[in-house]
């Protein structure tokens, strides 16, 4: 089964400073997405981006894909506090009804110091 | 304040009880998801209704039944549960096409004890 794979699995950084986050998959994809989580609560989503796309930014978001790397990243820059959460990428399957199912990486703890 | 609500917001229950939780969403969309989310792992789907028709069940065991009586509400019936089932369970919603971006809500937290 495809699966992301995020990296770094935990991410401690300064306010205002820059976050990368990287995700691997296995196989043939749509688009990708990418969630915040908060502790506690339920999934947010940031930023979809389909596969014929190579960058896409979102406010202080910017995410690359590279399909054949089978990878993709999100950068944050000048983090704040609030950004402290868990993020996930999130690929979809090519075709049938596999469309609708979205698997998840293992995520991202980013933790953001004041 | 998340578009899609979930109820109760935590559930202890025994493993001879029967509960259920609830999720609505008024957002007009026609695709509907479980996810079972266990602590510091990512969300892993169970159901996905499209149109209130069940269209993928990810070999869930039947102790779980899902139900959705209209394009609003998604029901999730828990019957017999074990302790393995402690978890955090998500609804979320979307538009029933292909690769769209999900609205999930903030998850029912269920410890059987």
């Known amino acids: 089964s495809q699966q992301g794979e995020e990296d770094p699995q935990a991410l401690s950084i300064q306010e205002g400073e820059n976050a990368t986050m990287n995700c691997s998959y296995k196989t043939s994809i749509n688009n990708l997405q990418w969630y915040r989580q908060n502790s506690g609560r339920g999934l947010v989503h940031l930023i979809l981006?389909?596969?014929?796309?190579r960058e896409k930014h979102s406010g202080r978001l910017r995410v690359t894909l590279d399909t054949s790397k089978k990878s993709s990243s999100l950068l944050i820059t000048a983090s704040r506090a609030a950004d402290t959460a868990s993020y996930f990428c999130a690929t979809d399957g090519r075709g049938g009804g596999s469309n609708y199912k979205l698997t998840f990486g293992k995520g991202t703890l980013l933790t953001v110091n004041p | 304040d998340t578009e899609v609500t979930q109820t109760p917001k935590h559930l202890v229950m025994g493993m001879t009880n029967k509960k259920s939780l609830k999720c609505e969403q008024h957002?007009?969309?026609?695709?509907m998801y479980w996810y079972k989310q266990k602590a510091k792992k990512p969300p892993e789907l169970m159901f996905v209704?499209?149109?209130?028709?069940?269209?993928i069940n990810e070999s869930v065991p039947s102790r779980f039944s899902p139900e959705c009586p209209n394009s609003s509400l998604l029901n999730l019936h828990l019957h017999a549960l074990q302790p393995e089932d402690s978890a955090l369970y998500l609804c979320?919603?979307?538009?029933?096409?292909?690769?769209?971006?999900?609205?999930f809500g903030d998850g029912t937290r269920l410890s059987i004890l």
């Open positions: 979320a919603s979307s538009q029933a096409r292909s690769s769209q971006p999900q609205h």
């Open positions: 981006i389909r596969s014929n796309e």
């Open positions: 957002m007009g969309h026609r695709a």
């Open positions: 209704y499209s149109y209130e028709k069940l269209s």
